[in-house]
């Protein structure tokens, strides 16, 4: 299973603070779902709600650009990566689970 807790903590990575911001303004748009029921439609409700986030970060000049990420549901659990090399990992662990 994909342990995000190893993605988010354990991956060395060169952050920024403003990458941190972001990260942390990212996660809080997602975590707005939390305890809500899994349905068929939650993960186009937090692609929308991550976009617009994403939107507002580069009008402030927070980021550049839309940064890379993911969102997806495997066995009623939902999984969320932000940033390229979180994103690449948790999908190579979905398809070695068989989820994607």
Known sequence: ???LQKLIFETRTRVTDREILATARLN???????GQELSDDIIDRI??????EADR???????????????????RRLYVAFGS???Q???????QMDAL
């Open 47 to 52: 692609n929308e709600a991550v976009a617009e």
């Open 89 to 95: 990992q948790l999908s190579r662990e979905l398809k």
């Open 1 to 3: 299973m994909a342990d």
């Open 28 to 34: 809080a748009r997602v975590k707005a779902f939390a």
């Open 85 to 87: 090399s979180a994103v």
């Open 57 to 75: 970060l580069i009008v402030e000049g927070v980021l550049p650009e839309r940064p890379d990420w993911l969102a997806v549901i495997v066995r």
